[in-house]
């Protein structure tokens, strides 16, 4: 059906710049956790999205440091402000992870602590009386750092990255990716990309129905890219008297914002300029509806079987009132 | 020709000829100098064993650098030209740890090597590690056994050493220090094989990240007691080879790159390399990496350090360890030296020895049988003594209990005429006298 066109001009188009007005005066949250062993270079990484040095790395600095025996939660919130646009930022590093010998569980903690903020949310949405804004605690991207020179996907990535990728958005990435060519790069890709498939491991972006063309363009060029791989430096260092973020080594110099060096542009456009509010969006829309719909179903459940056990014991005296179970922070979701 | 020397001490210079033997200086040259040249030709017509493993996660180049070590395809590649669609995904890390060996016989100026080189894919791959160690300890632990059967053999004329001289271990580039994958196979393993860290794919370190991960990676190793080859030099080393040894030793763990392809440099020379965008990498470009370093000590200078240690120390210890748990029980008698009259003397000794010993004995034997004997006849004397008191006593009463009788026999009759004849009145008949006297009244 043909939409009708307006004749003269009515002004309902200037709800964008209202939406975004009210944007800047709100902010928005972004929540993105570090899944990766130490010394892959998560800190770094973020750094250097971010253009901040926003969180510290968790590596062992003396002998005399115990190696952690299980994996840690950090999150560290900070503020930042561009052009009148503030994003409250967390950052959510996960020390320990990856690290010991016997590395069996090491993601519970992770993927407790993901289906933990879908439930907090789930919980203030439910209360009768809610905040007008909830504060959203939710996950909105993980970057799982891969190991570069393998061949392909280890054994205990594929056992995390099944389980993260059906709580959060997962995107894939190799930190210190200046130890591959670039043939080794692409065979490396390529190598994860038929893994990822043959195992199921579905990664952000999703294809959906309602992309356009335009959308779907861009998804497949995301696509292909994956996984990233990038070089992070915190350190500028001049070249030709110019200065460049990236690490001198002493047969040449890595710039982090040249193309064919790495993809760090490529990252940084797709994470934070590009898809950003997709991205949370896809969180709310995707991971928590999936969430929520699976710890009602279970609620549900419960009920049933509590009315009933409760039925059955007092013997058909009409339970009409079901107990009213209390809203299960992790109750029978396994990690 | 030997001077005469007077020493106290075992006359056959043994071991340390220092303990007592007087130094003495030539007049001329007679040319026992020659004999390490003798050695030399030998050993290089019998040839040399050496054996090499290579322990890390898959990844961290382990076969390139064995390549480009030896300059030669002792591995071939790992992936690249065979993959299908499908075949990647679908060849699975290999569970557990496995061990893979690969022979070659190289010959360079006329020297003949058997290079063994020990492959453990699968090391660190799996989700649990825990146990990891354990198979590559078992495995040299095994071929130490193989050489101890070896050697016990009636027959040794011919002996197959396929003892590891070498272990690298492939540090993953970091930069946080070790991992306590690392840490745990270092502790396992470094009394038992010749442990040389290597920070594997280097090129992703700025030199000053090098330094400090070596720093750490040093520390660590300290920290934890653990024991890895390191090259020194003795009062022996003429003063370059010390200095390059120092140099050699500074290095460690050494941060290499390996590659088996060909780039090609800015004034155009081709040397083996890396290719990236902002620049080459060269294998054999000190300033780049410390390949050369690695090379030198493992094949130039310190390959027969290498045996030596393993033999002398390490499998050493091992054997060692091995019979004292079987259950030898270590005699030092047999090594003193042989002297025929020393010997004798000592035999002499011991004959007297033993003879005393047993006169010891036996004088002890007799003088207990002497206590025993004495003691029964004590005893049976006691008894005897006792009986012939109670026999006295019996008879003692008796001859009491009689004389009472007597006694009261002579008091209850008259004077008794004793009759001429001296015959005892009998008391029948003394009754029929009674009775006499009474019948006579009526």
Not at chain 1, 237 to 262: A, Q, Y
Not at chain 1, 263 to 271: P, T, Y
Not at chain 1, 308 to 325: D, K, N
Not at chain 2, 257 to 279: A, I, L
Request: aromatic share 6%; with cysteine; charged share 25%.
């Amino acid at each position: 059906m043909t939409a009708p066109e307006v004749q003269d001009y009515v002004g309902f188009d200037t709800i964008t710049q209202q939406m975004e007005r009210k944007f800047l005066k709100r902010g928005f949250n972004l929540n993105v956790i570090l899944v990766g062993e130490s010394g892959m270079g998560k800190s770094t990484l973020v750094n250097s999205i971010f253009s901040t040095h926003l969180v510290d790395s968790q590596g062992r600095r003396t002998a005399q440091e115990v190696i952690r025996k299980t994996t840690e939660i950090l999150p560290v919130t900070q503020t930042l402000d561009e052009n009148g646009v503030r994003v409250r930022l967390t950052i959510i590093d996960t020390p320990g992870f990856g690290d010991q010998c016997n590395n069996e569980g090491c993601w519970v903690q992770v993927i407790k602590y993901i289906k933990d903020q879908h439930a907090a949310y789930l919980e203030r949405e439910l209360k009768p009386q809610r905040d007008r804004i909830i504060n959203d605690t939710r996950v909105h991207a993980c970057l799982y750092f891969l190991n570069p020179g393998s061949r392909g996907l280890r054994p205990l990535d594929v056992e995390v990255l099944k389980r993260l990728t059906e709580v959060t958005n997962v995107i894939p990435v190799i930190a210190k990716s200046d130890s591959m060519t670039l043939d080794e790069r692409t065979l490396f890709k390529r190598r994860v990309k038929e893994e990822m498939a043959f195992h199921r491991i579905s990664v952000y972006p999703y294809a959906s129905e309602d992309d356009d063309d335009e959308d779907r363009m861009l998804n497949a060029s995301i696509r292909e890219l994956v996984p990233f791989a990038v070089v992070g430096s915190e350190e500028t260092i001049d070249v030709d008297d110019k200065p460049v973020r990236g690490r001198r080594h002493g047969w040449g110099v890595i710039n982090i914002f040249d193309e064919s060096h790495c993809d760090f542009v490529h990252l940084r456009n797709f994470m934070l300029r590009t898809h950003l509010s997709d991205l949370v969006e896809v969180t709310a829309q995707r991971h928590y509806e999936q969430f929520r719909t699976s710890q009602l179903r279970q609620i549900k459940e419960l009920r049933a079987q509590q009315a009933a056990a409760a039925a059955a014991a007092a013997g058909g005296s009409g339970s009409s009132q079901p107990p009213v179970a209390p809203l299960p922070h992790q109750p029978m979701t396994q990690a | 020709m030997r001077a005469g020397t007077a020493t106290q001490g075992p006359a056959i210079g043994g071991g340390n000829g220092g303990a007592g033997a007087a130094k003495k200086k030539m007049n001329g040259y007679v040319g026992f100098s020659n004999y390490p040249n003798q050695q030399h030709r030998r050993s290089i017509k019998r040839g040399f064993n050496f054996t090499l493993m290579v322990v890390g996660e898959s990844g961290l180049g382990k076969s390139t650098l064995i390549n480009t070590l030896f300059e030669s395809r002792v591995y071939p590649p790992k992936d690249g030209d065979d993959s299908s669609p499908r075949s990647g995904a679908q060849v699975a890390m290999p569970a557990g740890v496995d061990i893979t060996s690969v022979s070659a016989d190289i010959v360079e100026n006329g020297v003949k090597l058997r290079l063994s080189v020990v492959d453990t894919p699968g090391f660190g791959d799996a989700v649990n590690n825990d146990e990891a160690w354990r198979p590559i300890l078992e495995n040299i632990e095994s071929r130490f056994d193989a050489y101890l059967a070896q050697e016990n053999r009636v027959n040794r004329s011919k002996i197959v050493d396929n003892r590891v001289n070498v272990l690298l271990y492939f540090i993953k580039p970091t930069g946080h220090g070790l991992r306590a994958m690392d840490i745990e196979f270092m502790k396992h393993l470094h009394t038992r094989v010749n442990l040389v860290p290597v920070i594997a794919r280097a090129d992703t370190l700025t030199p000053r990240e090098v330094e400090q991960f070596k720093a750490k990676i040093l520390a660590d190793i300290n920290f934890h007691g653990i024991h890895i080859f390191k090259p020194v030099s003795d009062h022996f080393d003429d003063p370059e080879t010390i200095s390059d040894n120092k140099a050699i030793a500074s290095k460690i763990p050494f941060a290499v790159v390996g590659s088996e392809q060909y780039v090609v440099r800015p004034d155009g020379t081709r040397v083996r390399g890396r290719q990236y965008p902002w620049g080459v990498i060269e294998v054999e470009n000190e300033n780049h990496n410390d390949f050369v370093a690695l090379r030198q000590m493992l094949l130039r200078t310190h390959m027969e350090e290498l045996r030596d240690e393993t033999d002398v120390s390490l499998y050493e210890s091992y054997r060692t360890q091995k019979l004292l748990a079987l259950g030898h029980v270590q005699d030092n008698s047999v090594f003193r030296e042989f002297n025929p009259r020393r010997q004798q003397e000592e035999e002499e000794r011991l004959h007297a020895a033993k003879m005393h010993k047993l006169e010891a004995e036996m004088s002890a034997v007799f003088k207990q049988k002497v206590h025993e004997k004495e003691g029964k006849l004590k005893q049976s004397e006691e008894e005897l003594h006792s009986r012939h008191q109670t026999m006295k006593t019996t008879l003692e009463k008796q001859r009491r209990d009689l004389e009472e009788k007597k006694s009261r026999l002579t008091q209850s009759d008259a004077p008794h005429p004793v009759a001429a004849t001296g015959s005892y009145v009998e008391p029948a008949q003394r009754m029929a006298s009674k009775d006499k006297k009474k019948n006579r009244f009526f």
